[in-house]
Nanobody
Framework: QVQLVESGGGGGLVQAGGSLRLSCAAS????????AGWFRQAPGKEREFVAR???????DYADSVKDRFTISIDNAKNTVYLQMNSLKPEDSAVYFC??????????????????????WGQGTQVTVSS
């Protein structure tokens, strides 16, 4: 069973315009084969897509974070990162790391949808003050 553990949100506050780097450590060497994604969920809202990265380092971003956030992988450390710059109060949410096992996920499910992913971390809080 794959386990994902996020860190870096700190549970504290960061001011608008500041930066944070979130990390997601996997229990095994999975990111060479699995697509990795970051999602976020604010209170009272649905979980929404933030970014994804797949084999070869190709990346895809939500329009709301494009040019501010960068997703990357360190396969030697089994870790996916989300570098968040120019943070805005509307970026405040619990951020979740996810991984897609292509053999255990509906191939028709969108990789911008939570249904497209097999494994999830527990989430880390990011709060941005104005």
């Amino acid at each position: 069973q794959v386990q994902l553990v996020e860190s870096g949100g700190g549970g504290g506050l960061v001011q608008a315009g500041g930066s944070l780097r979130l990390s997601c450590a996997a229990s095994g060497d999975i990111f060479r084969e699995y697509t990795a994604g970051w999602f976020r969920q604010a209170p009272g809202k649905e979980r929404e897509f933030v970014a994804r990265i797949w084999r070869g380092g190709m990346a895809d971003y939500a329009d709301s974070v494009k040019d501010r956030f960068t997703i990357s992988i360190d396969n030697a450390k089994n870790t996916v990162y989300l570098q968040m710059n120019s943070l805005k109060p509307e970026d405040s949410a619990v951020y979740f790391c996810a991984a897609r096992d292509p053999f255990r996920t509906n191939p028709d499910s969108s990789l911008r949808s939570p249904q497209g992913y097999t494994y999830w971390g527990q989430g880390t809080q990011v709060t941005v003050s104005s």
